[in-house]
């Protein structure tokens, strides 16, 4: 499934490549995802968003970011981390109010390559995810990261078809 067509500043095999790691992401995780590409200060270049438009908006109304233990670890490690890990280091809740969203099970990639740090997490409803698992979807992580550094900007008719597929854009 091709997600992203050809747009200014990036070529068709690029496009293609975030494309097709979008589209086998958000098979593998139908709960949801977030994915922060190139982190300056507290903005990422660009975000792509699966979760329930319900949860992003109780996150966002919450200002749940600023709490979120999986986001605290991701600014201050590189690696993988399950949020199973992360629950005695949760003083707001967030975990709890994520899995009332069916945000049950999940893991936190983080990757800082020459300054530029990229952070994504992953949810499930059903189980925890295995370690191969988790190996792929970082690897995943660290190619869109690759293909997205020198991207400037996606088109509107990529953006809509984003959309299409519930996986929210906001930037570039």
Same mark, same amino acid.
């Given at each position: 499934m091709e997600i992203l067509s050809r747009g200014a500043g990036a070529n068709m095999n690029e496009h293609t490549h975030i494309s097709e790691i979008l589209a086998r992401l958000?098979?593998?995780?139908?709960t949801g995802?977030?994915?922060?590409?190139?982190v300056k200060f507290t903005s990422p270049k660009y975000l792509f968003q699966s979760? @329930?438009? %319900?949860?992003i908006d109780t996150y966002s109304r919450l200002g749940l970011?600023?709490?979120d233990p999986t986001v605290r670890w991701g600014f201050d490690n590189t690696?993988?981390?399950?949020?199973?890990g992360l629950a005695s280091d949760d003083p707001n809740s967030v975990l709890p109010r994520a899995a009332e969203h069916g945000l049950r099970y999940g893991f936190t990639?983080?990757?800082l390559t020459d300054g530029s740090r990229t952070v994504a997490s992953f949810a499930r409803g059903d189980r925890e995810a295995? @370690?191969? %698992?988790?190996?792929?979807?970082?690897?995943?992580?660290?190619?869109l990261h690759a293909l997205t550094l020198t991207l400037e900007t996606l088109t509107p008719a990529d953006h809509a078809l984003l959309k299409q597929m519930s996986i929210y854009l906001t930037r570039g």
């Open positions: 958000h098979g593998a995780y139908p995802f977030a994915i922060a590409l190139h979760y @329930d438009t %319900e949860w970011v600023i709490h690696g993988t981390q399950r949020w199973s990639v983080s990757q295995t @370690d191969a %698992e988790i190996a792929a979807a970082a690897a995943d992580v660290a190619q």
